[in-house]
């Protein structure tokens, strides 16, 4: 666990991205004024364990999109980690990466708070936890006392640190921008316009 704050304030933004849209620039945005970050960084996953099986695009092109959709924020940046390393990608070994290469930088991992849920199911999470300061973005329509509930039992058996993100309710996902391509209907206010040429132009989920 993070004695005390020093070095810069790191975000990272972690997901599959396929594709990236406008609800992870919020929620990075958020995070980014509320914790006071320096920067945010979006990293997309490589061969996610929790994934096996479903239909993700090559980390390139999501990185790709990725690097279109963040071009206009200065506090936003990006890094291929994850899509580089062959076999399954655990977040325990990213921050471990993270920490030898800037020890005095401390790390603010971004998850939705439903994530919190699953947390402690997820590869060596006393390490996480070691490692990091979680920001959970926690949406209007969830319940405050089970959520406030979990992030004291994480604490109590990690020694997590926690801190909640206040959040909009926001309905959009990867899964939906993907239908909604392969249907041929307007995604323009899902996903930044350039992701959008991006995905028309390669052709992309249809």
């Known amino acids: 666990m993070p004695d005390k704050i ?3 304030k790191i975000g990272i933004m972690g997901g599959t991205f396929n594709p990236i849209h406008n609800g992870h620039l919020y929620l990075a945005q958020a995070a980014l004024e509320q914790a006071v970050l320096d920067a ?5 996953s490589g061969q996610s364990y ?3 099986g479903t239909d993700v695009l090559n ?11 963040i071009a206009g924020n200065p506090s936003f940046t990006f890094s291929d980690m994850e ?8 977040t325990y070994e990213t921050l471990t990466i993270l920490k030898k290469a800037q020890p005095y930088d401390t790390f603010y991992f971004i998850v939705g708070a439903d994530s919190l849920f699953s947390m402690e199911n997820w590869k060596e999470p006393q390490e ?11 949406r209007e329509n969830m319940d405050k006392v089970s959520m406030q509930k979990k992030v004291s039992q994480l ?7 926690i801190r909640l993100l206040e959040f909009p309710k926001t309905d959009i996902s990867s899964c939906f921008i993907r239908q909604q391509v ?25």
Not at 193 to 205: A, D
């Open 155 to 161: 604490q109590e058996k990690f020694g997590a640190v």
């Open 59 to 69: 980390g390139d092109i999501r990185l790709d999109m990725v690097k279109l959709a």
């Open 50 to 52: 929790m994934k096996a």
């Open 40 to 44: 945010v960084i979006f990293m997309p």
């Open 6 to 8: 020093c070095g810069r």
């Open 182 to 206: 392969a249907l041929g209907k307007d995604i323009s206010h899902l996903v930044p316009k350039e992701v959008r040429h991006y995905i028309k132009e390669h052709k992309l989920y249809q």
């Open 128 to 138: 996480i936890f070691d490692k990091c300061i979680v920001l959970a973005a926690m």
């Open 83 to 90: 899509i580089k390393r062959t076999g399954n990608t655990y």
